[in-house]
């Protein structure tokens, strides 16, 4: 029976185990190693709060490729009122991919097995026949295939931030530590960031606080934007992604033709949301034919842009942010840090308003990086990452976008050649996809994988 290691059990390592347990006729042994005895739930499905909701709607949400129903209809035995267009909670969705597992692995009839583990993979070492799988604990797994899936990592650290401020005064993850934010009930508070970690992080401070501003500082100053509230339009020109397809393939021509197609939209009645659901099956397509240079230039220029269109929000959780705003208890900023010093009672911070040349000062007790996760691998703090890196066994995208793979998610090493026993699915994908950070793709990365791994098997 062949071991399969699947580093990560966020929703990529949960959704390709229950794949494997699925569809695999021959038998494997599945082990899910994972840092905490949390299996199933990841980061962004760990969440104790039943006011953080999903981005996307229930009827889109399926772990499975093959089933795209199968979490609505877990949510309707719940609660038969909810409907493909509603959005849950995350902690509903957590419970649904840990039952997910749970159903695989007790409905398996081809043999197959799953160990979960809590604890670090520290290292992996080729094998003739596979690899070697080091725990920090000593372990040892010897498998015949390793999947690294692995999320996101804690944002970095913002240019000219003293992360020696005092005790409670800069928080760098605004999910490594959930308490802390009651340690500053009343007070004002900074917000590094104006994207969807700092309207959730804002939302749930302002219920804490709801007596003291709560500050959202961006270069720019863009804030989410939610979705319809009402069922997309059904007519939409697909001539848009033939037109991108055949022209120049750079970054001006690709926001010309988007800009000139939600025009002519507008002018038919058709919200500018159906020209992204529209675009978003040809997305990889679209990424992989641009050049590095004009790749690069996307990143500097119109990245921010994209990302506010493309990952809206829940209509409720928009409209209680909006509110907030219009209230004043939340804050919107476009600006840059530019002085930081500590104070009685916190920090006095200089921000520089964009389009202004002097400094407007806010005093904050505590500071909150909510900049969003890191992609870039060689900025990461992880014992397994950097042994790979030093012994060259991955490719890392040098503009900090996530991992390099083939077509197959074979992981290709530093020289570029793909492993056949090492694989990666989740949102480092990133680098070469683009399109890699959402359930709608990330599923069907899961089922691509699952297929090949079993293929494999049976030969």
């Known amino acids: 029976m062949q071991t399969i290691v699947i580093i990560g059990a966020g929703f990529s390592g949960t959704a390709t185990a229950v794949q494997l347990l699925r569809q695999s006729p021959v038998g494997l042994h599945i082990v899910m190693v994972n840092r905490t005895a ?3 739930r990841g980061l962004a499905y760990g969440t104790n709060s039943p006011h953080h909701r999903l981005n996307v709607p229930a009827g889109n949400m399926s772990a499975l490729a093959d089933d795209p129903q199968d979490f609505l209809r877990y949510c309707q035995t719940y609660d038969a009122s909810i409907g493909a267009a509603d959005f849950v909670s995350r902690q509903r969705y957590g419970d649904y991919l840990a039952a997910l ?9 081809s043999g197959s097995t799953l160990t979960c583990l809590a604890g670090e993979a520290l290292a992996l070492r080729p094998r003739q026949q596979g690899a070697q799988v080091e725990l920090a604990d000593g372990r040892l797994i010897e498998a015949a295939h390793v999947v690294l899936a692995f999320g996101h990592f804690a944002p970095l650290d913002p240019k000219g931030i003293d992360t020696d401020l005092d005790a409670g005064r800069y928080q760098r993850d605004p999910w490594a530590a959930e308490g802390l934010v009651s340690n500053v009930a009343d007070q004002p508070v900074l917000l590094l960031g104006s994207g969807l970690t700092a309207m ?6 302002e219920r804490q606080t709801p007596h003291a501003p709560i500050y959202l500082l961006s270069r720019r100053g863009l804030l989410p934007l939610p979705h319809r509230a009402g069922p ?6 697909d001539e848009l992604v033939q037109r991108m397809l055949e022209g120049p393939a750079t970054v001006r021509c690709y926001m010309q033709e988007i800009r000139r197609q939600v025009r002519l939209g507008e002018a038919a009645g058709v919200n500018w949301r159906d020209v992204f659901v529209m675009l978003r099956p040809h997305t990889a397509t679209l990424w992989t034919r641009l050049p590095v240079v004009e790749r690069r230039r996307f990143l500097r220029h119109a990245q921010a842009y994209w990302d506010v269109h493309r990952h809206r929000v829940a209509p409720g959780a928009f409209q209680a942010f909006q509110s907030a705003v219009a209230d004043g208890r939340l804050k919107p900023m476009a600006g840059r840090i530019k002085t930081l010093e500590s104070c009685e009672h916190g920090l006095r911070i200089g921000i520089q308003l964009r389009g202004s040349h002097e400094l407007t000062y806010i005093k904050v007790a505590q500071l909150i990086n909510c900049t969003g996760p890191n992609s870039d691998l060689r900025r ?3 014992r397994l990452i950097k042994q790979l890196q030093a012994d060259d066994l991955i490719s890392i995208d040098p503009d900090g976008m996530g991992l390099r793979v083939d077509s197959s998610l074979a992981v290709k090493d530093r020289e570029g050649r793909s492993l056949s026993w090492l694989s990666y699915v989740g949102p480092m994908l990133k680098a070469d996809y683009w399109e890699a950070t959402a359930v709608p793709e990330l599923r069907q990365h899961a089922w691509q994988l699952a297929r090949k791994l079993i293929a494999g098997a049976a030969q």
């Open 38 to 40: 949390g299996m199933a």
């Open 101 to 109: 597992l749970n159903n695989a692995r007790g409905q398996c009839r």
């Open 200 to 205: 959730d992080v804002a939302l749930s401070l």
């Open 232 to 237: 997309a339009h059904p007519q939409v020109c």
């Open 380 to 382: 990461v703090d992880d």
